[in-house]
């Protein structure tokens, strides 16, 4: 076998201790945006699973592998409402009484709520929300729309995934006050 001039050999050499350096660098190396698509087993069915993690290890996409979309986040959707007003959640106390209540996940740090509200005749009144037995926006007088987005209470952080506890309350005078929330979803900051 022709001998090859050393300092090829010792070139080659150099350049494989480096492509090991690289190699190491780029397998250890944290990512800036992590993004981790990982596999999972199933005794009928292997598939791969794609997930997003935020900066605080809380899973915010994955799709769904069983039968496609989306697993999470969830979507919350809107059951159809009642067009008559005599049919909507409603009080007729002189205090502020919860006149529907619902449980939702705590996925983003805001959230948009509107709510319709209306006054039986010669009744006055006021509707406001608490989030978590928190305030929730202003108090507005009945028959307004009440549509307000702000922060949620609490450490999102902390809460991420949780559910939070949403109450609508009304008080009346002098009749009813009626109350129906028509939208609500999460927002960024």
Not at 52 to 78: C, K, S, V
Not at 161 to 182: D, K
Request: with cysteine; aromatic share 8%; hydrophobic share 40%.
């Amino acid at each position: 076998m022709p001998q090859l001039p050393e300092d090829i050999i010792d070139r080659l050499n150099q350049m494989e201790r480096r492509l090991k350096a690289l190699s190491t660098a780029v397998n250890t190396r944290p990512a800036v945006n992590e993004f981790r698509p990982t596999a999972t087993e199933s005794v009928t069915i292997t598939r791969p699973l794609f997930r997003i993690f935020d900066g605080y290890n809380h899973e915010i996409f994955a799709d769904d592998i069983m039968t496609g979309g989306l697993a999470r986040p969830w979507l919350q959707l809107m059951p159809p409402l009642a067009t008559d007003v005599t049919k909507w959640p409603s009080t007729t106390a002189a205090a502020f009484t919860t006149v529907a209540r619902c449980s939702n996940p705590v996925w983003q740090p805001k959230m948009r709520l509107a709510i319709s509200t209306a006054a039986s005749s010669g009744a006055t009144g006021q509707v406001r929300v608490l989030v978590d037995n928190v305030p929730f926006g202003p108090t507005v007088t009945a028959g307004t729309t009440y549509d307000y987005i702000g922060l949620l209470p609490g450490d999102m952080k902390a809460r991420f995934g949780q559910s939070m506890n949403i109450e609508i309350q009304a008080l009346a005078t002098g009749g009813t006050v009626y109350a129906q929330p028509v939208l609500i979803h999460g927002a960024q900051t």
